[in-house]
């Protein structure tokens, strides 16, 4: 079974400043991929950016990049210029395609929780 | 819209008593997962569901039951209601078994058990 943790159960940032939230895996598949979801108040679970596991470049999506080592199993999440809107859970999750029956089975890590200061 | 809903959105239900939450999805996507969400354990599956009348047990599936007649509709029912069930329960559909874009997820039912 895959695991998925985060390490850092609540982080804090100034507004307009980088940080970068830590996410490790244990599998021994070799093709995958993983998400981070954000969760904002409104408990809302919304997609930030994803990463196939064969790909070795990093995916990256506006402020939002990841940096996927994929022998350390690792795959962190690197917020640029945040913003106050950036305030909620992160989920990292893993997703082995074509998990017998279940399709594309998502597993979640702890999350977490970002607060962005003005 | 996602085209995926949850209802209720809210409930607070007595300790013993039956309780039925529903997926409702008009994305006629195949797959459909019931999560529940708890400070420090992030979202675990309950139970999924592969087809009509199709369905498996997920990570934590003691005390709960589901069930699809449709393609559409997927129930979750806790057949008596305990304290440790209290929890944020999310709907999650997808349309194919390996998909790159992950679930839509449904906005969440809160379940208090008092």
């Keep these: 079974a895959q695991t998925v943790t985060q390490s850092q159960p609540e982080m804090s940032v100034q507004e ?7 996410c490790t895996y244990d599998t021994s598949e070799s093709n995958y991929y993983l998400f981070w979801y954000k969760q904002p108040p409104s408990r809302q679970m919304i997609l930030v950016i994803r ?3 064969y790909k070795q470049q990093n995916a990256t999506e506006n402020r939002f990049s990841v940096n996927f080592q ?4 690792s795959f962190s999440l690197k917020i640029s210029d945040s913003q106050l809107g950036d305030t909620a859970m992160y989920f990292c999750a893993f997703m082995k395609p ?9 597993t979640f890590g702890g999350g977490t929780r970002l607060m962005v200061k003005p | ?18 309780v039925t939450l529903r997926c409702h999805q008009t994305e006629n996507h195949r797959y459909m997962y019931w999560y529940r969400q708890d400070p420090g354990h992030g979202l675990r599956l309950i139970h999924y569901s592969y087809g009509v009348k199709d369905t498996d047990k997920g990570e934590v599936s003691d005390g709960y039951s589901v069930s699809r007649s449709k ?8 057949e008596s209601a ?6 944020v329960y999310f709907c999650a559909i997808s349309e194919s078994g390996g998909s790159y874009y992950g ?12």
Excluded at chain 2, 1 to 14: C, F, L, M, Y
Aim: hydrophobic share 30%; aromatic share 6%; charged share 15%.
């Design chain 1, 51 to 53: 990463q196939e596991a």
């Design chain 1, 98 to 106: 074509y998990h017998n029956n279940a399709g594309n089975m998502l």
């Design chain 2, 82 to 87: 305990t304290s440790s069930q209290t929890s």
């Design chain 2, 103 to 114: 679930y839509t997820f449904g906005s969440g039912t809160r379940l208090t058990v008092v």
């Design chain 2, 71 to 78: 393609t559409e509709d997927f129930l979750l029912t806790l």
């Design chain 2, 1 to 18: 819209d996602a085209g995926i809903t949850q209802s209720p959105r809210h409930k607070v239900t007595e300790t013993g008593t039956p």
């Design chain 1, 16 to 22: 307009a400043e980088t940080v970068t939230l830590s």
């Design chain 1, 70 to 73: 994929k022998a350390a199993k």
